[in-house]
């Protein structure tokens, strides 16, 4: 693809009120994207600049999106090198990648090994994979596409144009929106953690409620999404959960979080919208988070968070405060030796 | 369902002894179970007193369990609301959601594409699902229901009424109880992570040993329970666990105890009867948990534990000293800019 | 099988160099292998010394596996018990086990349920379970096993005498070497969490990149493994991972190395050779971990470490400093009264 095609295919929405400035006259044949460090002589790569612009220098690159940067500009057209410049680079980058790629998708098919519920509705250009079972009443909207050995309960409800990755489990009555992706091994919809102690034990209380997935929802390999007892457990539009995260019962996420891997929310806790928690981050039971609030990595929420707020540590308190403690924490022993002998004088 | 039924059918055994006092005069058709919150005028819903007794004068329920609070049962009384008194309302209210709803299990049947070895024997009214694999001389009880795309290895024993959700993988020779639940995507009895150190690098130790799980066990989305080089890993009677925890070789768990989501156990913990482990605990190798101790969230467990005793922390420590210490915490700076100022006085 | 065949057997490449010591009368029948405490008459157990070493006193054991120690070897020998001495009685009682037991592994056979694409190319004496689905153009090398229900996306390479457990899944292009072990479960090759931020909420970036598993390469049940948006994720000769672990992204680890349980890796962590990162630890982006070093349980490390380094604690500081913090943090209460008073004194 001339990069020039390229370029004109990043006339996008996303970036709307955005000029790109392209070099004039460079217009190479690109064959694929790399990064800069793996670039080859025919590839496009991107810079967001910071500890990256030196690798402008050096890139094997053919073409290159840049930051709206000068020197980064000279620097290319210097090395021969076609660029194009915008205030998002990596959001670029991530187009020019689905020019040259796009994941693997069987094209519609039943396969004949299929279990299909007689009861079950199927929608156009349908794709069921080899071994995958289909439950009593489950209602599948058009062009989904489900891989091989997902097994989807009785009463499940998924909308146009989402995937099932392989092995998913998709449990009674969830409702998953459209363009949703579920990736291998997830468990959407299993029964919560719901056990009421009593003089002979555990006993059990029936989860009856259920999950729904707004539109556009995305669900790591391996993370479970829990049913509650009464009620729903809910994740907003366009909200992204990486591999491995548990969702307890009758949560209640908002649009566009993000949820990295391993972390885990317990019971009813409410997630406000554009939030981000950070790589095993947990969450107690109930506990409020407001929009756009941050949760750095390995955190431990107890309390509410209020919007915006950046929230670090366990128990979590604000990040700046739990970073100037960092800082002094190392110091304790030190600390102490000088508290001790103040001890010591003091009889 | 009239009122007065529900109320006939709480006569249980978990609250023997417990007497029961419900308003005499209303008795409405109830339908169905809700949260206080999200109740309609046909629902039961609970309450345990405390934070929710306000919304006993807001709720839209036409019943509720309350609690024994003369309170509560009188501003029921004069909002129209059929009640019933118990030292349990949440024990209560878990039977109540029984009457309405179990969850969806499908009836005995082996579906013709199941995978069954010819040397496995069955119990009666067994049901195995599409897609499911029973390997060489597994032994399945009454009224055991196996749902789509289970993998049982050779040798495994499944007592009665035990269910396996879809996509769990039961290893070899594992041992299940009697009513058990596996939870979606569970491994049981997968190899220990058993490697010994050499000049050559990681040496495998194979793991001869076996998983049992005894009656009444039930185990998350998602959760593996690893079997040991020599012996048994056990999980006891009762007891409850949620997804994604880890449960390493040669671990002895006790009865009635609860391990909350994600929790990791190395090899050979040992863990007494009613030990709860809060989201997220870690636990070091060959720790011994007594009777009745808690872990909070996010501890990490390198000592033994004494029964009844509640922890947090990392390294875990008592709780009370913990939550003392936190309070303490975020003062670190402040005492350092104190201490630091003794230094330069004493010079 | 006599004690005497068992220790030939040990005349083993894994300690060359190495002489053992046995007792020249004693050569019972051994019939099988057990842990010293719960070894019967005709079983053979080992010893590491230390803690273990009043064991051998009480074992019921009839041969033992001991370190090089006088006392043990006379101790053994006054009780009957046949002995063998070596520095490495572990990898020897590792070896042990493989003579009296091999983890279930069906016979080479394809099952008539599995579904294989056409275009799949197969070894020799490969056994692939019931329901396995097999994608267009996958490789798949001399004597691999698969078992039951195990995805393969298509374009995956697996290499001679690889291991796919139960329902695990392999998504596009994977490569994995020979001698490898996938457990039940595990998702390899998945799509990496790559979102970009826009005016109008995430935006995904396809991974178009791949997963390598160099030969013997042991991955956990449940484990999930992602693909990069360029270039490769790749896991090291004979690295082992544990249950649970997430690999993000580009990571590229090295060989020998072992990540235990619930291990969490982010984006384009650069691991050495030979490297340990006990249950439960947590590296940020872009970390590099040097070769031989150490994270214990639970730490999160957020700055790149130094070869052969141990470190500790959440961020993450050398071991040594933080058990020296570990010791007096539990003084914090007692620190701050000091404090407290002194600044009350100052005024």
Redesign the interface.
């Known amino acids: 693809m001339k990069f020039s095609e390229i370029v004109e295919k990043f006339a996008t929405?996303?970036?709307?009120g955005t000029s790109l400035t392209a070099h004039p006259d460079f217009n190479p044949q690109v064959a694929g994207?790399?990064?800069l460090e793996?670039a080859t002589p025919n590839t496009l790569s991107y810079c967001e600049g910071g500890k990256y612009a030196a690798m402008v220098g050096k890139t094997a690159a053919i073409a290159l999106i840049l930051p709206v940067n000068e020197e980064l500009q000279t620097l290319a057209s210097d090395r021969g090198i076609a660029w194009v410049s915008t205030p998002?680079p990596?959001?670029l980058?991530?187009e020019a990648?689905?020019l040259?790629?796009?994941?693997?998708q069987p094209a519609p098919h039943i396969?004949p090994?299929a279990?299909i519920a007689s009861s079950a509705s199927l929608g156009r250009d349908v794709s069921i994979?080899?071994?995958a079972?289909i439950g009593e009443n489950v209602k599948i909207g058009d062009g989904v596409c489900i891989?091989?050995?997902v097994?989807v309960?009785?009463?499940v409800e998924i909308g146009d144009r989402t995937l099932l990755?392989?092995?998913c489990?998709i449990?009674?009555r969830t409702k998953i929106g459209t363009d949703c992706v579920i990736?291998?091994?997830a468990?959407i919809g299993?029964?919560g953690?719901?056990?009421?102690?009593?003089?002979?034990?555990?006993?059990?209380?029936?989860?009856?409620g259920i999950v729904v997935l707004e539109d556009r929802v995305?669900v790591?390999?391996?993370t479970?999404i829990?049913r509650p007892?009464?009620?729903e457990t809910r994740i907003g539009?366009?909200t992204?959960i990486?591999?491995?995260v548990?969702i307890?019962h009758g949560c209640k996420i908002g649009?566009?979080c993000?949820l990295?891997?391993?972390v885990?929310l317990?019971g009813q806790v409410i997630v406000g919208n554009g939030v981000l928690l950070a790589?095993?981050v947990?969450v107690?039971n109930q506990v409020k988070i407001g929009d756009g609030a941050i949760a750095t990595?390995?955190s431990?929420l107890?309390k509410d968070v209020d919007p915006k707020q950046i929230v670090s540590g366990?128990?979590a308190?604000p990040n700046k405060?739990w970073l100037?403690?960092?800082?002094?924490?190392?110091?304790?022993?030190?600390?102490?030796k000088?508290?001790r002998k103040?001890?010591k004088q003091d009889g």
């Open positions: 929405e996303l970036v709307r994207f790399a990064s793996s998002h990596r959001l980058f991530a990648i689905s040259f790629y796009q994941p693997y396969h090994t279990a994979g080899a071994h079972v891989f091989p050995n097994t309960y009785p009463g990755h392989a092995n489990i449990e009674e990736h291998s091994g468990v299993c029964e953690f719901g056990f009421v102690r009593s003089d002979r034990g555990w006993v059990k209380m029936h989860q009856g995305e790591g390999a391996n479970t829990d007892p009464v009620g539009y366009n992204k990486d591999n491995l548990q307890g649009s566009n993000a990295s891997s391993q885990g317990s790589g095993q947990g107690a990595a390995k431990g107890h366990y128990p308190i405060l100037k403690i960092s800082a002094v924490y190392n110091r304790l022993p030190e600390i102490y000088v508290v103040k001890m």
